[in-house]
């Protein structure tokens, strides 16, 4: 359910509000076609933790260079996003 840990390219295909204050962000990868999901948070708007747009008013099936990373306890996290 994580992502890859290298920056990819991905398409916005569903979100869900989870249990967290969270918003659960589904991408498929667009050279692999392996589906991803991951995280933002009321806390940054709803946005990667590091920059990017708020999901929770993006549409769906925009292009977003990601930019994963880790968190302390080894899960993974949404840093960055970028719309191509």
Known sequence: M???????????DYVAWGTSSN??????DTVTGKKWRLSVFSKTSY???KGGP???????????KI??????NGLPTF???KKL
């Not at 994580?2 to 916005?12: E, K």
């Not at 930019?67 to 302390?72: A, I, L, R, V, Y």
């Open 67 to 72: 930019t994963p990373g880790k968190s302390k």
């Open 79 to 81: 840093l960055t996003a």
């Open 47 to 49: 946005a990667p933790s």
């Open 23 to 28: 918003l659960l962000c589904y991408f498929t």
């Open 2 to 12: 994580g992502a890859p840990d290298q920056v990819w390219t991905g398409r916005l």
């Open 54 to 64: 708020a999901f929770d008013e993006e549409p769906l099936g925009g292009i977003y």
